[in-house]
Antibody, heavy 116, light 110 residues
Framework: QVQLQESGPGLVKPSETLSLTCIVS????????WSWIRQPPGKGLEWIGYVYSTGSTNYNPSLKSRVTISLDMSKNHFSLRLSSVTAADTAVYFCARDHWGLPGIWGQGTMVTVSS | QSVLTQPPSVSAAPGQKVTISCSGS????????VSWYQQLPGTVPKLLIYDSTERPSGIPDRFSGSKSGTSATLGITGLQTGDEADYYCGTWDSSLAAVVFGGGTKLTVL
């Protein structure tokens, strides 16, 4: 059974870059879409983007200028970088593997707060 | 402002049936599959329905999905207090080239 686990700093300063990693266990990173999704406190879900196992990416147009998602096949993990963060980027960040094209298997999520 | 529109809240009594709607457009729901997610308080979203009508293994048949035109619907029968959660629809939007979610619907089982 594949499992995903997010890791990274829980506190990031404004204007800096948020960096998270999603470690995939119990399955290969090949042949799937690997997404990042976030949820601000008390609000709904927002898709950030995905990386396919070939390395191709697709990003939410509203975040595209600040987002980079990459994968490391040798380490079986994928990563998120979000630059120039503000308080509006404070959220729980989830990584997920697709199930027939849309997010299906989710990590537990990690809270990231943007504050000085 | 979400691309997909869901009612903010729905409610029903235990044992009853409830439906949650998800309204979109020709660039998303009408031409792409829909997934539904259940998020119990303080937990991770869980996939309930994929490909608009299919249930992953382990999801009881009390949960069902349907789609017609630019709208999709999640149905839940035999409501239980444990079904109280936020429910989200999601799909691919071909114009945005992005996954889009509804704003979520809070289900209260009275």
């Amino acid at each position: 059974q594949v499992q995903l686990q997010e890791s990274g700093p829980g506190l990031v300063k404004p204007s800096e870059t948020l960096s998270l990693t999603c470690i995939v266990s119990g399955g290969s990173i090949s042949y799937y879409y690997w997404s990042w999704i976030r949820q601000p406190p008390g609000k709904g879900l927002e898709w950030i983007g995905y990386v396919y196992s070939t390395g191709s990416t697709n990003y939410n147009p509203s975040l595209k200028s600040r987002v980079t998602i990459s994968l490391d096949m040798s380490k079986n993990h994928f990563s998120l970088r979000l630059s120039s963060v503000t308080a509006a980027d404070t959220a729980v960040y989830f990584c997920a593997r697709d199930h027939w094209g849309l997010p299906g298997i989710w990590g537990q999520g990690t809270m990231v707060t943007v504050s000085s | 402002q979400s691309v997909l529109t869901q009612p903010p809240s729905v409610s029903a009594a235990p044992g009853q049936k409830v439906t949650i709607s998800c309204s979109g457009s020709t660039s998303n729901i009408a031409n792409n599959y829909v997934s539904w997610y259940q998020q119990l308080p303080g937990t991770v979203p869980k996939l309930l329905i994929y490909d608009s009508t299919e249930r992953p293994s382990g999801i009881p048949d009390r949960f069902s999905g349907s789609k017609s035109g630019t709208s999709a619907t999640l149905g839940i029968t035999g409501l239980q207090t444990g079904d109280e959660a936020d429910y989200y629809c999601g799909t691919w939007d071909s114009s945005l080239a992005a996954v889009v979610f509804g704003g979520g619907t809070k289900l209260t089982v009275l």
